[in-house]
């Protein structure tokens, strides 16, 4: 359990997935709150959408784009059953439920005309498609105020706009500009607080200094957190999952995957981008930057420690590895010619086209020879890099082959305690070959915190296991 304190914490909670899937779930929520704002504790909370609502917006958004009216009316229909009946479950004061109520029904109407509009234009762009699916978040944020208020909880729902989150234009991954956040949200948060009124955030939604809606790509509600955790110099952010913590490796193949009680930003950087999806790389990147401890807390189990991220890493004797994770389906690109050899600018080339194509690339590797660039992608780009690859370079005189391998999966293992200890990748590669399985691709940074590699997918579980029972990470430290 978490130490007593003499001192009350200024803490950004951020709910999402379980902690707002329905209308029980918010009223947990909800009850989670009131037990630490009657420990005295000041909070600011940042809500996502509902389960799966963000996505249904994106389709309703495209099919408009389309066309489909009638579509449209089906689904915004949908969307206010949906949210009205977990209002009605969440809250039981008939006043303050009437008041959500309103609120959702005024929302719903003002996306349906969005909708219809763009079904009238018939043209989806994507600073309308950045207004269309943070609805999500604009609907579940009065929820969570209309249940902390039938609590006793004075609160206030803001978009991540109105709580002061300033971006750039870049629709669909909005950067903050932290300078003019920073004094906006400040100039907004501080007052509520001092009041004693619990101010609820909608995440991953924000808007230009003009006012114009943005958001900050998917994950954005973890670095709505993160952002506003810094600009009022929070003591901690935490972030309520249905997971304990960090776990040694996914406990559904590591059935002795035990929960990691410290990690640094840099080695949970690592195990973000390479499959472990508990909090977004942007959201640690951000807290990191200004040393702004995170904790992963269940929300199964309050009062549980949870995984605490911050800036140092933690390294005890005989802990070379932390975590082992693993990104499935994914495909392998490799560009090659011998004329490579001595081409620079070509690896920039490569890059430069699959960024053109809004390809991500999750491991790169060269060969010494410098003949072949090898790239992991994943598979529902796989075809489409390929193409794109091969429209641009094969009609140089470098390139002779882009070839592409599907069925994939890349396994990272991750460790602060790999920097300066000699034979960790031995070891790995030698617990890959006792159970026969052969490594298509090598990756390592000049950190030493990570080893990845590429095998067969079919392959990753046993890999995983193997390497789980081999660094001993299922023993309590």
């Excluded at 249940?147 to 109105?162: A, K, N, P, R």
């Excluded at 790389?281 to 807290?287: D, H, I």
């Excluded at 075809?383 to 390139?399: D, T």
């Amino acid at each position: 359990m978490l130490e007593p304190r003499d001192w009350t914490m200024k803490l950004v909670m951020k709910f999402g997935g379980v902690g707002v899937a329905d209308g029980k779930s918010l009223k947990r929520a909800g009850g989670i709150v009131s037990k630490f704002r009657t420990d005295g504790h000041e909070l600011v909370i940042v809500t996502s959408a509902m389960y799966n609502v963000t996505n249904s917006l994106l389709d309703a958004a495209t099919r408009a784009g389309k066309g489909q009216r009638e579509h449209v009316k089906r689904f915004v229909e949908d969307v206010r059953k949906r949210h009205v009946d977990s209002a009605q479950i969440a809250i039981d004061n008939e006043e303050v439920l009437d008041r959500v109520v309103r609120t959702i029904e005024s929302k719903c109407d003002d996306l349906k005309n969005i909708l219809l509009g763009i079904a009238h234009i018939g043209e989806l762009t994507p600073r309308s498609k950045d207004l269309v699916i943070g609805y999500g978040e604009r609907f579940s944020a009065p929820i969570l105020q209309g249940v902390l208020e039938d609590l006793g909880i004075e609160s206030q729902s803001l978009t991540g706009g109105e709580a002061g989150i300033v971006t750039d234009d870049h629709f669909g991954g909005a950067e903050p500009l932290m300078n003019v956040t920073t004094l906006e949200v400040r100039q907004v948060m501080d007052p509520l607080l001092e009041k004693g009124i619990v101010p609820v955030v909608s995440g991953f939604i924000a808007s230009t200094q003009d006012g114009t809606h943005t958001t900050l790509g998917r994950g954005g509600s973890d670095f709505t957190a993160s952002i506003i955790g810094a600009a009022i110099r929070a003591d901690e952010v935490w972030v309520w999952k249905d997971v304990d913590g960090l776990m040694t490796a996914n406990p559904k193949i590591a059935h002795d995957a035990r929960m990691i009680d410290r990690i640094s930003f840099s080695e949970a950087m690592e195990l973000a981008h390479f499959g472990a999806q508990v909090i977004h790389p942007k959201a640690l990147e951000s807290a990191a930057r200004f040393q702004l401890p995170f904790r992963v807390k269940s929300f199964g189990k309050l009062d549980g420690d949870g995984t605490l991220i911050v800036k140092e890493a933690t390294v005890k004797d005989g802990d070379v590895v932390k975590a082992i994770t693993n990104i499935d389906d994914v495909d392998l690109i490799t560009v090659s010619g011998a004329s490579m050899v001595g081409t620079p600018r070509l690896a920039a080339r490569v890059l430069e086209i699959l960024t053109d194509e809004d390809v991500d690339v999750l491991l790169i590797s060269q060969s010494s020879s410098e003949e072949n660039i090898t790239l992991a992608i994943p598979k529902n780009d796989g075809s489409r890099a390929q193409n794109a690859l091969e429209l641009s370079l094969l009609g140089s005189k470098q390139v002779r082959e882009v070839s592409i391998e599907a069925g994939l999966s890349i396994v990272a293992v991750v460790g602060a305690g790999m920097k300066g200890t000699p034979g960790v990748a031995a070891r790995v590669f030698a617990t890959m070959a006792a159970h026969n399985i052969n490594i298509r691709a090598i990756a390592q940074g000049s950190s030493e915190l990570n080893i990845s590699f590429i095998i067969k997918k079919q392959d990753a579980a046993e890999a995983i296991k193997a390497l789980h029972n081999d660094f001993k990470l299922g023993e309590c430290a």
